[in-house]
């Protein structure tokens, strides 16, 4: 594995340390690389009434764009796991968050690499997002860029 995926995969799991998720117990860390080599994290954020919990790729997405920064982001680490146990499955974003970064990808060059990784370890696996999410719909597709 890239050097440049063990670090995004590291500050996934940094970042997965503040994950709240007291109903699933499953910890989601994300981390985002930026033009500029610098990385913004994201974790998941649960909520009582569970259908609105948020996931970690997509915290990370809306803090870099909090900071004006949507169109820099050229890769994403993600780690989850059950909390407390060994977990070591690479996970893959789920369909929303696979959507959620896509326009990002979009708006900067078209395509995203995704490093993919266990909570607590295990080995890192590497996908486009376009491959993740083939076809995807995007803002090119109206026109805006
Ligand atoms: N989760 C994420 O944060 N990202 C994903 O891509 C998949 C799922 C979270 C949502 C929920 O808090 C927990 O993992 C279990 O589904």
């Known amino acids: 594995m890239s050097d440049l995926g063990e670090r995004l995969i590291a500050a996934a799991r940094e970042a997965a340390r503040n994950a709240y998720a007291p109903y699933s117990r499953f910890s989601v860390g994300a ?7 610098g990385i913004v994290t994201g974790a998941n954020v649960e909520n009582a009434s569970y259908g609105l919990s948020l996931c970690a790729e997509t ?8 900071a004006g920064r949507m169109r820099e982001i050229v890769a994403v680490g993600i780690v989850g796991g059950v909390q ?5 499955d690479p996970v893959l974003p789920c369909g929303r968050c696979r959507q959620v ?14 490093y993919c990784s266990g909570l607590s370890g295990g080995p890192v696996e590497e ?9 995807a719909f995007g803002p090119k597709a109206l026109g805006l860029e």
């Open 59 to 66: 915290v990370a997405v809306a803090t870099a764009s909090a």
């Open 31 to 37: 981390a985002l690389l930026m033009e500029d080599g």
């Open 127 to 135: 996908y486009r997002l376009s491959a993740l999410l083939p076809h």
């Open 84 to 88: 407390d146990a060994a977990g070591t």
């Open 101 to 114: 970064l896509n326009e990002a990808a979009d708006l900067n060059r078209g395509d995203l690499t995704v």
